[in-house]
Nanobody, 127 residues
Framework: QVQLVESGGGLVQAGESLRLSCAVS????????MGWFRQAPGKEREFVAA????????NYADSVKGRFAIFRDNAKNTVYLRMNSLKPEDTAVYYC????????????????????WGQGTQVTVSS
């Protein structure tokens, strides 16, 4: 059974930083691309960042480029999202997800490419 468990969310002020973690079990973590998505109240879930199974390719939404960084630690079966210079518009529930296909070439932000999802962690940024 594949499980993804996010942690690290919380309430911060604008300009501050947070690091989200997602611990994965039940699949060979090192073979799968991983992504982060978010959903704000009243809005659809949207892509934030993704990292290839090799770790060598990353992809970011334009809204977070230069502020967020995704990275992975295969020894810990964990993917991280470092979020700097947070803005109120970053407020959302953040979800990590694992690709449905092992060793996919490249990474994109398509939700349909991700088969496994965590329960989400709330990030709230006050102005």
């Amino acid at each position: 059974q594949v499980q993804l468990v996010e942690s690290g969310g919380g309430l911060v002020q604008a300009g501050e930083s947070l690091r989200l973690s997602c611990a994965v079990s039940g699949l060979t973590f090192r073979d799968y691309a991983m992504g982060w998505f978010r959903q704000a109240p009243g809005k659809e879930r949207e892509f934030v960042a993704a990292i290839s199974w090799t770790g060598g390719i990353t992809n970011y939404a334009d809204s977070v480029k230069g502020r967020f960084a995704i990275f992975r630690d295969n020894a810990k079966n964990t993917v991280y999202l470092r979020m700097n210079s947070l803005k109120p518009e970053d407020t959302a529930v953040y979800y990590c997800a694992a690709d449905r296909e092992s060793r996919r070439f490249g990474v994109r932000g398509l939700m349909t490419e991700y088969a496994y999802w965590g329960q989400g962690t709330q990030v709230t940024v006050s102005s």
